[in-house]
């Protein structure tokens, strides 16, 4: 939707086609506000996810140990490979929660950046004008694009 109504500001300015700008113009800040804020929600259900795997994970590993019978047994070795897969399994869950929180920071700030445009304006409506102003909004947003760009870079 975001997308649709910036095309259409973008024909308006350039002439190309009428369009009632003022109206495209709040109406894609509401679609990028919506599109920010369902980014947030499901960073966090992200996040739930790999906490809760983790949890199932780890009481399985405990399990394990703690039902181990006499050392040198097959069963014992049987064992070594589950606990083992199980902790690749752990750090595989450990770098998607990672991603989880960089998602969660990057859709927070962009949350900060929508929030402040009009028609949503949330922080001037809730706390009154003044509380956030174009520095913050400015800074929100380019934190998120670091941490964004953070995030694609290759790794060697």
Avoid at 102 to 108: P, R
Avoid at 121 to 133: A, E, L, S, T
Wanted: contains cysteine.
């Amino acid at each position: 939707m975001y997308y649709w109504y910036d095309n259409q500001i973008f024909c308006n300015r350039t002439k190309l086609i009428e369009f009632n700008e003022p109206l495209a113009s709040s109406r894609a800040n509401a679609a990028c506000f919506i599109a920010d804020l369902s980014g947030l929600f499901v960073a966090i259900l992200k996040l739930s996810k790999c906490r809760e795997r983790q949890k199932d994970i780890i009481l399985r590993i405990n399990q394990i140990n703690s039902n181990k019978p006499i050392a040198g047994n097959a069963d014992n070795r049987e064992d070594d490979l589950e606990i083992k897969r199980l902790e690749t399994l752990l750090d595989q869950i450990e770098a998607e929660e990672d991603s989880a929180y960089q998602d969660l920071i990057i859709n927070f700030l962009e949350v900060v950046v929508s929030a402040n445009c009009a028609p949503i304006d949330i922080w001037r409506k809730m706390f009154g004008p003044g509380i956030i102003h174009d520095g913050h909004e400015g800074i929100s947003g380019v934190l998120s694009a670091v941490i964004t760009i953070y995030s694609i870079w290759p790794r060697n």
